[in-house]
């Protein structure tokens, strides 16, 4: 199994400004992912991080409003850029590939836009 | 888009077995089914996974039909604790991405 901690755990920022949030594994992943949560929605799932190359992005998500990077095979970062209230979300992380059969997520960020 | 289809909420007393169905007609040869839990405010748990043999742990049992098209997640002992948005995914293996249905709203009622 593993822990993944996420930072900030929450904030609140002004419209117009960028934030990023960091995620950290116990452990070495081959893969890692962003998800952004609306409040009473499921998950959706924003970009893979791959380590040594750019993300991928799901459709509806583009680099130049979520940088996403991964130096490492235990810790990723996604950014979100010029914000607008509409960015108010959960963003969590998961990982896997390392053999545990699963993917663990962290406890996420909860971000709010004023 | 989701692959699964659940009910949106579903209600079990405490104590008693909670039976938690989902269908995945389209489902691949090579796709396992995974089941996740949110407790409010919490990251997505993993609780267990199967590919066509009916697998069992410490949190719950899974059974899949024999043309797996359908499966269902048992809790054999409803706790409070396990009120919780549960998910039904299916994807290739623990590589693959999660692609979150909507899941079902279980409510354990005391």
């Known amino acids: 199994s593993a822990v993944i901690s996420q930072k900030p755990s929450r904030d609140i920022c002004q419209r117009g400004t960028s934030l990023t949030i960091q995620c950290q594994v116990d452990s070495q992943v081959t893969m890692m992912f962003w998800y952004r949560q609306q409040p009473g929605q499921s998950l959706t799932l924003i970009a893979t991080a791959n380590q040594g190359s750019e993300a991928t992005y799901e459709s509806g998500f583009v680099i130049d409003k979520f940088p996403i990077s991964r130096p490492n095979l235990t810790f990723s970062t996604l950014t979100v850029s010029n914000m607008s209230p509409e960015d108010s979300s959960i963003y969590l992380c998961?990982?896997?590939?390392?053999?545990?059969?699963?993917?663990?997520f962290g406890p996420g960020t909860r971000l709010t836009v004023t | 888009d989701a692959k699964t289809t659940q009910p949106p909420s579903m209600d079990c007393a405490e104590g008693r077995a909670a039976n938690l169905p989902c269908n995945h007609s389209t489902i691949s040869g090579n796709e396992y089914v995974y089941w996740y839990r949110q407790i409010h405010s919490q990251g997505p748990q993993y609780i267990i996974h199967g590919l066509k043999n009916n697998e069992t742990n410490e949190m719950a049992s899974l059974i899949i039909t024999e043309d797996r098209k359908s499966s269902t997640l048992i809790l054999p002992h409803a706790t409070l604790r396990d009120t919780a948005v549960y998910y039904c995914?299916?994807?290739?293996?623990?590589?693959?991405?999660?692609?979150f249905g909507k899941g079902t709203r279980l409510h354990i009622l005391p």
């Open positions: 995914i299916v994807r290739v293996g623990e590589d693959d991405k999660i692609i």
């Open positions: 998961s990982a896997g590939g390392a053999g545990w059969g699963e993917q663990y």
